[in-house]
């Protein structure tokens, strides 16, 4: 993941009282502070979830369908050429 060197966008968050004192438990035994802790769990998690959209289903027919188009060249095909040549949603 592309990491700054300076944070400088906020996040904010209320949480119960417990939910902070098992945060700081957590964070205290990986010596990391609460932000640290927080925003590295939230960000694996969301990587997990962006990965995570790569599975469907598809019925014979579909994956018939799919397979040609996997099939065919896709060098001409300029929206594809964009997500190749792009950052993956985490690294932007």
């Known amino acids: 993941m592309v990491q700054e060197k300076i944070r400088n966008t906020p996040i904010n968050i209320r949480a119960r009282q417990s939910q902070r004192e098992l945060i700081d438990r957590a964070a205290a035994l990986l010596n990391k502070n ?24 598809l019925n014979e027919q579909q994956f018939a369908e799919f397979d040609a188009a996997l099939q065919q060249r896709f060098s001409d095909n300029k929206h594809i050429q964009r997500l190749l040549e792009g950052k993956a949603p985490w690294e932007e």
């Open 34 to 57: 609460r932000t640290d802790f927080i925003l590295e769990a939230s960000c694996r998690e969301a990587e997990n979830v962006l990965l995570d959209q790569r599975l469907f289903i």
